[in-house]
């Protein structure tokens, strides 16, 4: 991974990325939502298609000169719609914020009534929060995960969508570790008149890979990032059925954004042309089998794992039980320092501020393209335990790091593309 000519125009950036790949390189990338993309994929996204405007969609554009985009896009559009079996998909927005605007722009009047899960519980931003336009623009209610069980609870949710009476009901989390039954909420938003968003964000790869039901056929809307498990370029995706397709196209341009990152949308084409072969399926199944593996690692040490345990790529735990006196900031700071990169997190019933929560999320999905398998993630687990049980405990921290560098030599990062499953 060189960068010749930053480092002969820029010396400052191009040691700023070095640097990067070095992190990368010789640390843990836990955040769930983060991956390791393709060499390929970020040649894509590094190509001289930054450079062109292409507004509007193939074929119909504002600009001359966009018969390369346009052949990138419908590539892109083509294989999401085999990956996911959408009917029509927008490969456009810049994220999964911007995709899920799309949908809302499509669908809602500001001050329309929006039905989502709690931040807290395992939300997003963008599903309603007040600190994020969908709070400002439209009326919010949100829903909670069962306190008892960490699971989502379907009865309740029916219950309050018949009370509140939503425009929309938006399913889909960051920080839930279930198998989300798609069809259910469908059934309530069904019975209640509401469209049904079903942002997919972190499970993209796992739908795709057949591992996880799939809302795309159930939900009337599908968003998704294209970054996280499903391993491509950085950005957001929109599927919805062909009724929908132009207003959601209409709603990301010219409704929310402008010329599309093409460069991008060239990343996305690349990941899921990888995403379509039979390895990316291997993959997928090790990234649920690691994340359990982690979660009965975790258990076993002493930890409790939110919900019991995982379905998906991810593992939540509420530190309050075992740890009443570190919170996830303590947690997350010192396993930094022994070179485990995860995120302090909110969990359900917080009763700490979301700048310093009670909890931990770690996902697999990144250990799993560097290699790693379940044994690993059990021994992961063990030195997580290690350093948040010790977090002020400068030796032990230090043990730790000298363990995680003999993990990260023996599973090499961008030194070997036969990481990447190889397109035929
Ligand atoms: N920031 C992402 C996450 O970590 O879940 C979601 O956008």
């Not at 969908?134 to 949100?142: A, F, K, P, R, S």
């Amino acid at each position: 991974m060189e960068y010749p000519h930053v480092h002969e125009t820029d010396p400052d950036v191009a040691a700023a990325l070095d640097a990067e790949v070095d992190r990368q390189r010789d640390t843990l990338a836990m955040i769930a939502s983060e991956n390791h993309v393709s060499p390929a994929v970020m040649e894509a996204q590094g190509s001289t298609l930054t450079n062109k405007y292409a507004e509007g969609y193939p074929g119909a554009r504002y600009y001359a000169g966009c018969e390369n985009a346009d052949e990138v896009e419908e590539l892109a559009v083509e294989r999401a719609e085999t990956l996911w079996g959408a009917d029509h998909v927008n490969v456009q927005p810049h994220s999964g914020t911007q995709a899920n605007q799309a949908v809302y722009f499509a669908t809602l009047e500001p001050g329309d009534k929006i039905l989502s899960l709690d931040l807290n519980h395992g939300g997003h931003l963008s599903h309603g929060h007040a600190a994020n336009f969908t709070g400002q623009l439209y009326d919010v209610e949100q829903y909670e995960v069962d306190p008892e069980t960490g699971y989502l609870d379907y009865e309740g949710l029916r219950d309050h969508a018949e009370s509140f009476d939503p425009d929309m009901i938006v399913s889909g989390y960051s920080a839930y570790p279930r198998e989300v039954e798609f069809s259910r909420i469908q059934e309530t938003a069904d019975a209640v008149d509401a469209y049904h968003l079903a942002d997919m964000a972190h499970i993209t790869g796992l739908v795709a890979a057949g591992v996880h039901e799939s809302p795309v056929g159930e939900a009337d809307f599908v968003t998704g990032s294209t970054h996280k498990t499903i391993r491509a370029g950085r950005g957001g995706i929109v599927m919805c059925d062909e009724e929908h397709a132009d207003d959601v196209d209409a709603a990301v341009f010219p409704g929310g954004q402008g010329g599309p990152l093409m460069h991008n949308v060239a990343g996305k084409a690349v990941g899921f042309r990888e995403a379509l072969q039979p390895a990316f399926r291997e993959y997928a199944e090790q990234v649920v089998a690691n994340a359990r593996a982690l979660a009965d690692s975790f258990a076993e040490q002493g930890f409790e794992v939110v919900s019991g345990g995982t379905d998906t790529h991810l593992v939540l735990v509420d530190l309050r039980e075992s740890h009443p006196d570190v919170t996830g900031g303590d947690a997350e700071d010192a396993l930094t320092e022994a070179g485990i990169v995860l995120n302090a997190n909110t969990v359900p019933g917080e009763t700490r501020s979301p700048f310093d929560p009670s909890g931990i999320r770690a996902g697999t999905a990144a250990l799993t393209t560097r290699g790693f398998g379940e044994a690993q993630l059990r021994e992961v687990g063990e030195l997580i335990y290690r350093v948040v049980d010790a977090h002020d405990d400068e030796s032990v921290i230090a043990d730790v790091r000298e363990r995680v560098a003999e993990l990260t030599d023996e599973f090499p990062l961008y030194e070997d593309d036969e990481q990447f499953p190889t397109p035929e």
